[in-house]
């Protein structure tokens, strides 16, 4: 019988990031499920644009909806940081943040 490694890391779980996402990847569970969902792509486009199985895909998914009030809070604490960033600009949400080399 195969061993099945977890595909999905929570945010308190995790070392390099703080909500839910693919093992050893940066890719969130709430950014597959945007793309997917959200956008309407198919798993296996998303699959291949992040480099990632159809599996992986299906299992970030399967997450998000199996742990509804983790997802919400994260949900809300990006909301938050985005409010509290409209106030401050040194506050990064996002790659558009980072200051040019």
Do not use: C, N, W
């Amino acid at each position: 019988m195969s061993k099945q490694m977890t595909t999905v890391v929570s945010g308190d779980e995790s070392e390099i990031h703080d909500e839910p996402h693919i093992r050893d990847r940066r890719i969130t569970v709430s950014h597959v499920h945007a793309l997917v969902e959200g956008r309407g792509l198919d798993a296996q486009t998303v699959a291949d644009r992040f480099d990632l199985t159809a599996s992986e895909v299906y299992h970030a998914l399967a997450y998000y909806h199996d742990h509804p009030e983790e997802m919400r809070a994260v949900e809300e604490r990006r909301g938050e940081l985005h409010e509290a960033a409209e106030e401050d600009p040194r506050i990064i949400t996002g790659p558009e943040d980072l200051p040019d080399s």
